[in-house]
C-alpha cells in the first residue's frame, strides 16, 4: 500500500522543506493542500511555481494528490466559504476548483479531491442539492476534458456527509469522473456501515483514501492508536477491492509537531499492515 502524507500537516513549514521531510520518512507520495504558503493557486506566475513543484516532486520521487481544503484561501474571515452552496461566491469556488483540476493535469495528480460544504442557513436544502449537482457537473465535465480524476469526499456535518449521499451525487451527476475519497476516520465517525464494509460499497468509484484515527459522533482527526479505527482490517479490505492509490495521512491540526507526527504515522501504518 502507497502511504503519503498531506501537506495540511506541515503548514509550519515551506513546501520545498515539507516535501524533503514527506520523502525522506519513507513516504510515497504527498497530498498536497493549495494554499497560500503551498503553491498559492491564486498568487503570480502560477504556472512557473507549478513546475517547480512538478520538480520537486521528480526529485523526492513522490506521487500527487491534490487537496481543496484550504481554511481560509477564498475568504479571510469565513472558513471554507464561499462553497458551492452558497448563495454569493459560489463562482469563486468553481474557479479554485478549475485551478486544482487544471494543476492537476498540470502535474499528473492521480485526483483532485474536494467536498460540498455545509449548508448555510439562508440556504434551503433543496436549493443547495441542486446548485451542487449543478456545480458537480461543471466540473466533472472540465476535469473529464483534461485526463483528472475528482474524488468527492463525504465530510461529516456536510450537505454530503456520508456514502449514502456521495452515491446519490454519483448518481445525478452520472459522470465517471466525479469519483470517491473516503477518510477513513470518518467512516468511524458517522457511517452506519463498518469502515470496511464502506470500502468494498465505495470501491467502484474509489479514487483517494485519506487516512486517521477518529472516535463514533466526534469530527475530529486523531493521531493513529489514540481513537477507535481498528487499522488492519481497512488495509485487507483496501487490498481486496484492489485499490492502488495513495493512502495519505490526514492530520490539519498537527502542524507544530509535523516532523515527529510523521514519523510515528508511518511506523504505525507499516506495523497495521503486517
Known sequence: ??????????????????????????????????DHNHLDPFGPWLRERTAEVGRLLERYQLSLVIETGARYVLDPFRKHAPTLLHNDGAEQRIDLLQKAIQISADLGAEAVSFWSGILPPEVEPTVGWRRLVAGCEQLAGYAADRGVRLGFEPEPGMLVEDLAGYLKLQAEVGSDALGLTLDIGHLVCNEPQSPPDCIRTGAPYLVNVQ?????????????????EVDFPPVFDALREVG?????????????????????DSITFLREAQR
Do not use: K, Q, W
Request: a negative charge.
Open 211 to 227: 487516512i486517521d484515527d477518529m472516535v463514533r459522533d466526534v469530527h475530529e482527526h486523531l493521531e493513529f492508536g489514540t481513537g
Open 243 to 263: 485499490y492502488t492509490g495513495l493512502v495519505a495521512v490526514e492530520l490539519p491540526r498537527h502542524s507544530h509537531a509535523a516532523p515527529t507526527v510523521a514519523r
Open 1 to 34: 500500500m502507497r502511504l503519503g502524507y498531506g501537506t495540511n500537516g506541515f503548514a509550519n513549514h515551506r513546501l520545498a522543506d515539507a516535501l524533503s521531510v514527506i520523502a525522506d520518512l519513507g513516504y510515497d507520495g504527498v497530498a498536497l493542500t493549495l
